[in-house]
């Protein structure tokens, strides 16, 4: 199975802040992979699918890049609401659906 | 609009057998692509997937659970139904109920608000 790896497990950021959390694949997984953020106590939700593609209603403040095995999550300018853990999922038809550990982003 | 929800006991025992129901609307299971699925997280940990049925019948297990995991749908009642047998303390987790709009190369667009299964005697 495709071992997904997110870095940092943890970020500390201010408000406004520009941020990145790479997730990276144990092989490659073309563009097949999704952002999930989640707070505490709620499901998570999807913010990012097939590496870039923003989903509908999430704010143009996210955005994702990266194919084959590296991966990036970037948050343009910080909002409070945005302090919560982040997750990659790999999608390749060939393996088991896999996330990475998670990151939690906290406030600074 | 899509909804999600789960249902199911909240203590199972060891050994015994967790059945798992989860009631969708906005969407059916009938329509090209769309599939239901599971997704666990246990107490402070990652989300780890474990199983996906689609509009045709294809299912898709964890091929780490395989052995212990059915899934099943009620189109007519808008209903997926998992099956976990011989729980664990380890199984002890939030399950959610997820969907996909695509046929194997799933992302889940949509979540239900997840129910928390505790094992224990």
């Known amino acids: 199975d495709i071992q997904m790896t997110q870095s940092p497990s943890t970020l500390s950021a201010s408000v406004g802040d520009r941020v990145t959390i790479t997730c990276r694949a144990s092989?490659?997984?073309?563009?097949?992979l999704a952002w999930y953020q989640q707070k505490p106590g709620k499901a998570p939700k999807l913010l990012i699918y097939?590496?870039?593609r923003l989903e509908s209603g999430v704010p143009s403040r996210f955005s994702g890049s990266g194919s084959g095995t590296e991966f990036i999550l970037t948050i343009s300018s910080l909002q409070p609401d945005d302090f919560a853990t982040y997750y990659c999922?790999?999608?390749?038809?060939?393996?088991?659906?896999?996330f990475g550990q998670g990151t939690k982003l906290e406030i600074k | 609009q899509i909804t999600l929800k789960e249902s199911g006991p909240t203590l199972v025992k060891p050994t015994q057998t967790l059945t798992l129901t989860c009631t969708f609307s906005?969407?059916?299971?009938?329509?090209?692509?769309?599939?239901v699925g599971w997704i666990r997280q246990p107490p402070g940990k990652a989300l780890e997937w474990l199983a996906l049925?689609?509009?045709?019948?294809?299912?898709r297990y964890s091929p780490f659970l395989k052995t212990r995991l059915t899934i099943t749908k009620d189109t007519s009642k808008n209903q997926v139904v998992l099956a976990l047998t011989n729980m664990d303390p380890v199984d002890t987790a939030t399950y959610y109920c997820?969907?996909?709009?695509?046929?194997?190369?799933?992302?889940?667009?949509?979540w239900g608000q997840g129910t928390l299964v505790t094992v224990s005697s």
């Open positions: 997820v969907h996909t709009p695509e046929w194997l190369l799933s992302h889940f667009d949509y």
């Open positions: 049925i689609y509009w045709n019948g294809d299912k």
């Open positions: 092989q490659t997984i073309s563009n097949w």
């Open positions: 999922q790999q999608y390749n038809s060939y393996s088991p659906y896999t």
């Open positions: 906005g969407f059916s299971l009938n329509t090209s692509a769309v599939g």
């Open positions: 097939k590496a870039s």
